[in-house]
Structures are given as C-alpha cells and as structure tokens.
C-alpha cells in the first residue's frame, strides 16, 4: 500500500528539483522519515501529506487521484476526512488539476 504514496511523493519531490533534506525541512519532519515514506516503508499522516502536496505546488486531492491503489485512496480519504471534500472544494480541485494539464 504504502509504495504507492511513495512513488507519488518521491515523483513530485523530484519533478520539483528538491532534495530529500531539503523537503523534509519543509514540512518538518526528518530526511529519515521521508525516505521511509518514498521507500514505502513508512504511510504519512494525511497531515504530512497535505504539506508535502502543498510545497510541491500540488493539490491534495489531485495527489490523492494519482495514488493508482484504490484501496490507498479509501484509506487516505477516510484520514482526511476532517479536510474540506465539499462539492465545491472538489471542483475547485479538479478545475485546478485541468489547469495544469491533468494528473500524470
């Protein structure tokens, strides 16, 4: 499960030119902890994710879309069910995502 998530966190991490270090001191957690996130070894707290998705300029839901398991999904959407997946913030995501030329 967890490989999935990393493969997305590490694909935006790079796709951003950022070191493993210098995300990590982004989103406050250590350089260890990302590695075990993008290795899959560790699963983020959607908070984690959340901030990880906003310093590399990609949505939340957007990074959630990407995530190919969709058990995964379920699963990071039940954690995040405190975030805002109105109607409305879902459009505005999904208007923000076709801006961007559409997930990978």
Same mark, same amino acid.
């Given at each position: 499960?967890?490989?999935? !998530?990393?493969?997305?966190? =590490?694909?935006?991490?790079? =796709?951003?030119?950022?070191?493993?270090?210098? /995300?990590?001191?982004?989103?406050?957690?250590?350089?260890?902890?990302?590695?075990?996130?993008? +290795?899959?070894? %560790?699963?983020?707290?959607?908070?984690?994710?959340?901030?990880?998705?906003?310093? !590399?300029?990609?949505?939340?839901?957007?990074?959630? *879309? *990407?995530?190919?398991?969709?058990?995964?999904?379920?699963? /990071? /959407? +039940?954690?995040?069910?405190?975030?805002?997946? %109105?109607?409305?913030?879902? %459009?505005?995501? !999904?208007?923000? !995502?076709? *801006?961007?030329?559409?997930?990978?």
């Amino acid at each position: 499960m967890n490989e999935c !998530v990393g493969a997305v966190v =590490r694909h935006h991490r790079e =796709r951003c030119r950022f070191s493993r270090a210098y /995300l990590a001191g982004l989103v406050m957690i250590s350089p260890g902890h990302l590695a075990k996130i993008e +290795a899959g070894k %560790s699963s983020p707290t959607i908070a984690v994710l959340k901030a990880i998705s906003c310093r !590399v300029g990609v949505p939340l839901c957007w990074m959630i *879309q *990407q995530i190919k398991d969709t058990e995964t999904r379920v699963i /990071l /959407l +039940a954690r995040g069910s405190s975030l805002d997946w %109105s109607p409305e913030a879902l %459009s505005a995501c !999904v208007k923000h !995502v076709e *801006q961007c030329g559409g997930p990978l």
